[in-house]
């Protein structure tokens, strides 16, 4: 059961640089999130999706796309990479909160990125 | 506005004894409330979720964590520490009763168990 994958797990980049990480999920979950973490930050929220073809910005969503095309898949995009934006990246997902889910959010192992 | 404080950004304690991460949050709505461990390397695993039911929720691992309405707190304890419990825990807040949109996680407190 493979529940949350995330590739790659890591890359190095130049700045002005684009990439995309790829995060799937096999647990049929409506909800996926992009997360990244710094030290001493926590985690802090770029986008998020509610549902295939739809998405929201979170806390920090400035330098990042994402997209949704199918439920399984959650794409995050840095379309001219900054040494800012040097981090672990997570992607969760999970199914909304109700009587036959907890609202558990389950995560990837991680993306470590970093721009030179 | 919402927020998650943790208290102790690292706590140290020896192997057998009693661990205890400190959590504070301020909520305008009833909280859901959770604690997610992360391990070296890896992504973050649920604990335990508190959603207005028990005020003292049991979770994986031997770990428990009281809400407490008055002092607007959920700390997380375990009578006895082991090794393996060495990581990074994270105190977590969803606003707005629980959309999944609206998590805001405290920024972690990294527990060392000393043999």
């Not at chain 1, 790829?22 to 509610?50: F, K, T």
């Not at chain 2, 002092?71 to 997380?76: A, D, G, I, R, W």
Request: proline letters at 4%; one cysteine or more.
């Amino acid at each position: 059961n493979a529940g949350v994958t995330q590739t790659p797990k890591f890359r190095v980049l130049k700045t002005g640089q684009s990439m995309t990480l790829l995060c799937a999920q096999d647990m049929n979950h409506e909800y996926m999130y992009w997360y990244r973490q710094d030290p001493g930050m926590g985690l802090r929220l770029i986008h998020y999706s509610v549902g295939e073809g739809t998405t929201a910005k979170g806390e920090v969503p400035d330098g990042y796309n994402v997209s949704r095309l199918k439920k399984q898949n959650f794409l995050l995009g840095l379309e001219s990479a900054a040494p800012s934006q040097t981090s672990v990246y997570f992607c969760a997902s999970s199914s909304p909160a109700g009587t036959s889910s907890t609202g558990e959010l389950f995560f990837g192992e991680g993306s470590r990125l970093t721009v030179l | 506005a919402q927020s998650v404080t943790q208290l102790d950004s690292h706590v140290s304690v020896s192997e057998g004894t009693p661990v205890l991460l400190r959590c504070n949050y301020s909520s305008s709505y009833s909280p859901s409330l959770f604690w997610y461990v992360q391990h070296p390397n890896k992504g973050l695993q649920l604990l335990l979720k508190y959603t207005s039911a028990a005020t003292l929720v049991k979770g994986i691992n031997g770990f428990e964590a009281e809400f407490k309405k008055s002092e607007t707190s959920f700390h997380l304890t375990k009578p006895s520490a082991h090794m393996s419990d060495a990581a990074e825990y994270f105190c977590v807040v969803s606003i707005y009763g629980g959309s999944q949109g609206n998590l805001i996680f405290g920024k972690g407190t990294k527990l060392s168990v000393k043999p």
